[in-house]
């Protein structure tokens, strides 16, 4: 089992930044990939960014490239998606993903397990 907790989400005005971290438990950490997805009201829960188990590649959504960097500290059991340039489009609650399959994913289906998501709000 893994556990995940996120935190560093909050208010921010458009063009602001923000850090979200997601730290883990359980399982051995390096072994997996992990994903940062979010879900806005009334919306289906979409992929946002993904990195693989030792950080040589990384995946983005067509909206956050060049905004937002997924990171992460292994020896910390941690990643970090990096928010800038913030608009109110990317206002959603952020969830941290994790799986332990090969490779990376985009697919909600393709990770094992989640955190419980933290609240970006952006104004404009």
């Known amino acids: 089992q893994v556990q995940l907790v996120e935190s560093g989400g909050g208010l921010v005005q458009a063009g602001g930044s923000l850090r979200l971290s997601c730290a883990a438990s359980g399982r051995t950490f390096s072994s997996i990939a992990r994903g940062w997805f979010r879900q806005a009201p009334g919306k289906e829960r979409e992929f946002v960014a993904a990195?693989?188990?030792?950080?040589?590649?990384?995946l983005y959504i067509e909206s956050v490239k060049g905004r937002f960097t997924i990171s992460r500290d292994n020896a910390k059991n941690t990643v970090y998606l990096h928010m800038s340039s913030l608009k109110p489009e990317d206002t959603a609650v952020y969830f941290c993903?994790?799986?332990?399959?090969?490779?990376?994913?985009?697919?909600?289906?393709?990770?094992?397990?989640w955190g419980q998501g933290t609240q970006v709000t952006v104004s404009s």
């Open positions: 993903a994790a799986r332990h399959r090969l490779g990376e994913s985009q697919l909600v289906a393709g990770y094992d397990y």
């Open positions: 990195i693989s188990r030792i950080g040589s590649i990384t």
